[in-house]
């Protein structure tokens, strides 16, 4: 993308919609122009359970966005999540005439692999090639120019709920805002966490949010396998308000400020105060108890998550291990916990290689919004002119090779 371009990301999240607007200043820089953060109300777990309220708070984030660059935001890239995604390996293969293969060859294999049969009610929301296979030797990266008999090709298809992509694009039009592409939450993720090692040796991201976790995994710098399970930070909020009696904000809130996912840590002498349904004074609660309740709820999710990762079949080529980020990824104690339960080291991420209007933006909770503008800046890097032609993109330029080739429909 050209240098001083200007782009607007909408994360929407289940607990807050961040919009941003920067500037590129290089390819591994952006500037923040304009923050807007609303807190969210009609998306539950990723989806949109009711248009008007879910349409005002995306709205308002819109505007403070806009009101702080001092810019209008006409059209934006925005995140999707929910348990309506999923996700296939599809392989093509051709046959090679002549012996050697050529640019043809190389297109028609790439043409076949996209074209996969999916119900009616489902769209594409992406499709990434993986590494080409040359009569049976995998893992090479440009194919053109070698004799053989036959050319494979992989692809990572990514699919969603027709109905449930339409409601969201719905609530970001009332705002007179087009969405130029929905992006996967961990995709934007990855963009703009994961290391070039990280993703050449196998990696996991996982963003556990509110209300959805979302995992994608990296292997040989292809992505293998993603994953979006409908379990989030919510549910340790929603299990301390019913342990201790509280309203779910003051459960938030204690989560906050005195939570922790490991009780062996925590000395069983620490007390907080708060006030509990029906009474007028404040009660006193064990902090270790607290944190019994979120570990847990939180195990329990590693849990999900560990079966997720054996479900892909590829649970023992991750030395990588994990990078943990989401709102809930500031839980004390997480990255440990995870790491015990996973047998695999875990890392905590939080969205760098941004300047500008970035003090809110230090957080995990943000590093899908910063991912999208990552992502947007490599994905411009496909050939336009190949585009407009209608052909198959092998994207160009070095830095897109180096993180995802995604094929354009
Ligand atoms: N200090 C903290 N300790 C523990 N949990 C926290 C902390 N700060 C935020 N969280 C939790 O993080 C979650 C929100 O994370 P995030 O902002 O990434 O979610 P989201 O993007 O809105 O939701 P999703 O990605 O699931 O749609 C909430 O459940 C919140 O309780
Ligand atoms: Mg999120």
């Given at each position: 993308?050209?240098?001083?371009?200007?782009?607007?990301?909408?994360?929407?999240?289940t607990?807050?919609?961040?919009?941003?607007?920067?500037?590129?200043?290089?390819?591994?820089?952006?500037?923040?122009?304009?923050?807007?953060?609303?807190?969210?109300?009609?998306?539950?777990?990723?989806?949109?359970?009711?248009?008007?309220?879910?349409?005002?708070?995306?709205a308002?984030?819109?505007?403070?966005?806009?009101?702080?660059?001092?810019?209008?935001?006409?059209?934006a890239?925005?995140?999707?999540?929910?348990?309506?995604?999923?996700s296939?390996?599809?392989?093509?293969?051709?046959?090679?005439?002549?012996?050697?293969?050529?640019?043809?060859?190389?297109?028609?294999?790439?043409?076949s692999?996209?074209?996969?049969?999916?119900?009616?009610?489902?769209?594409?929301?992406?499709?990434?090639?993986?590494?080409?296979?040359?009569?049976?030797?995998?893992?090479?990266?440009?194919?053109?120019g070698m004799?053989?008999?036959r050319?494979?090709?992989?692809?990572?298809?990514?699919?969603g709920?027709?109905?449930?992509i339409?409601n969201?694009?719905?609530?970001?039009?009332?705002?007179?805002?087009?969405?130029?592409?929905?992006?996967?939450?961990?995709?934007?993720?990855?963009?703009?966490?994961?290391?070039?090692i990280e993703?050449?040796?196998?990696?996991?991201?996982?963003?556990?949010?509110?209300?959805?976790t979302?995992?994608?995994?990296?292997?040989?710098?292809?992505?293998?396998?993603?994953?979006?399970?409908?379990?989030?930070?919510?549910?340790?909020?929603?299990?301390?308000?019913?342990?201790?009696?509280?309203?779910?904000?003051q459960?938030?809130?204690?989560k906050?400020?005195?939570?922790?996912?490991?009780p062996?840590?925590?000395?069983?002498?620490e007390?907080?105060?708060?006030?509990?349904?029906?009474?007028?004074?404040?009660?006193?609660?064990?902090?270790?108890e607290?944190?019994?309740?979120?570990?847990m709820?939180?195990?329990?999710?590693?849990?999900?998550?560990?079966?997720?990762?054996?479900?892909s079949?590829?649970?023992?080529?991750?030395?990588?291990?994990?990078?943990?980020?989401g709102?809930?990824?500031?839980?004390?104690?997480?990255?440990?916990?995870?790491?015990?339960?996973?047998?695999?080291?875990?890392?905590?991420?939080?969205?760098?290689?941004?300047?500008?209007?970035?003090?809110?933006?230090?957080?995990?909770?943000?590093?899908?919004?910063?991912?999208?503008?990552?992502?947007?800046?490599?994905?411009?890097?496909?050939?336009?002119?190949?585009?407009?032609?209608?052909?198959?993109?092998?994207t160009?330029?070095?830095?897109?090779?180096?993180?995802?080739?995604?094929?354009?429909?």
């Open positions: 993308m050209e240098k001083d371009a200007i782009i607007t990301a909408i994360d929407v999240g607990t807050k919609i961040c919009t941003l607007t920067a500037q590129v200043e290089d390819e591994n820089n952006v500037r923040i122009l304009g923050v807007g953060i609303e807190p969210t109300q009609g998306i539950r777990k990723g989806m949109v359970i009711d248009i008007p309220l879910a349409a005002n708070s995306i308002l984030s819109i505007k403070k966005a806009e009101r702080a660059s001092g810019m209008q935001i006409d059209n890239i925005v995140s999707i999540a929910g348990s309506h995604i999923s296939i390996n599809n392989k093509a293969t051709v046959g090679i005439v002549g012996k050697v293969i050529s640019k043809e060859d190389v297109t028609r294999v790439l043409e692999v996209k074209a996969i049969s999916i119900p009616n009610d489902r769209m594409i929301l992406h499709t990434v090639q993986r590494t080409f296979s040359v009569d049976g030797i995998e893992g090479i990266r440009n194919p053109k004799y053989a008999n050319l494979d090709v992989e692809a990572h298809i990514i699919t709920d027709e109905l449930s339409e969201l694009r719905q609530c970001i039009m009332t705002a007179e805002v087009d969405v130029s592409q929905f992006v996967l939450n961990s995709l934007a993720d990855a963009s703009v966490l994961l290391t070039d993703k050449q040796m196998g990696v996991i991201i996982c963003d556990i949010g509110g209300g959805t979302d995992l994608a995994l990296f292997i040989n710098n292809d992505i293998w396998h993603t994953n979006v399970i409908a379990v989030g930070g919510n549910h340790i909020t929603t299990d301390i308000a019913q342990a201790f009696h509280l309203p779910f904000a459960a938030e809130e204690v906050r400020m005195h939570g922790s996912a490991l062996q840590y925590v000395d069983s002498d007390y907080f105060y708060c006030r509990t349904f029906g009474k007028d004074e404040a009660a006193k609660f064990s902090r270790k607290l944190a019994n309740v979120i570990n709820r939180t195990e329990e999710l590693f849990q999900l998550i560990m079966q997720e990762i054996k479900r079949g590829y649970d023992n080529l991750l030395p990588a291990g994990m990078v943990l980020t709102g809930t990824a500031l839980l004390p104690g997480i990255d440990k916990l995870g790491s015990d339960v996973l047998g695999m080291p875990v890392r905590i991420a939080k969205p760098e290689k941004m300047t500008g209007m970035i003090d809110q933006l230090n957080s995990p909770a943000y590093s899908t919004a910063v991912g999208l503008l990552y992502w947007s800046m490599l994905v411009q890097e496909s050939s336009p002119e190949e585009t407009a032609k209608g052909k198959t993109i092998v160009t330029g070095e830095k897109i090779k180096r993180f995802l080739r995604m094929l354009l429909p």
